[in-house]
């Protein structure tokens, strides 16, 4: 099992930063893969960035360029480095992990807010 814990959202002006934190515990070691998703008001799940056990990035178009996921191995912790924020990021943002058994792991989601 894992479980993981999220945080720093807020509210922030259009252009601004955030940077959102998960720490996991648990069974960490069976961690392949953390991802950052996001859901807009009356939207659906979406992906915005994924890394992977040996670094490997990848990110949804949307975000390309100004969002930067990243893991501290030491410190069990995956941040998501938001900037050049838009008003169409907004959303409740959730950290979720996925180990080598196929297991799924969602934390409690932050909200984002940008205002125009």
């Known amino acids: 099992q894992v479980q993981l814990v999220g945080s720093g959202g807020g509210l922030v002006q259009a252009g601004g930063s955030l940077r959102l934190s998960c720490t996991a515990s648990g069974s960490i070691f069976s961690i392949n893969l953390i991802a950052w998703y996001r859901q807009a008001p009356g939207k659906q799940r979406e992906l915005v960035a994924t890394i992977t056990s040996d670094g490997s990035t990848s990110y949804a178009d949307s975000v390309k360029g100004r969002f930067t996921i990243s893991r501290d191995n030491a410190k069990n912790m995956e941040y998501l480095q938001m900037n050049s924020l838009k008003p169409e990021d907004t959303g409740v943002y959730y950290c979720?992990?996925?180990?080598?058994?196929?297991?799924?792991?969602w934390g409690q989601g932050t909200q984002v807010t940008v205002s125009s």
């Open positions: 979720n992990a996925q180990d080598y058994l196929g297991g799924g792991y």
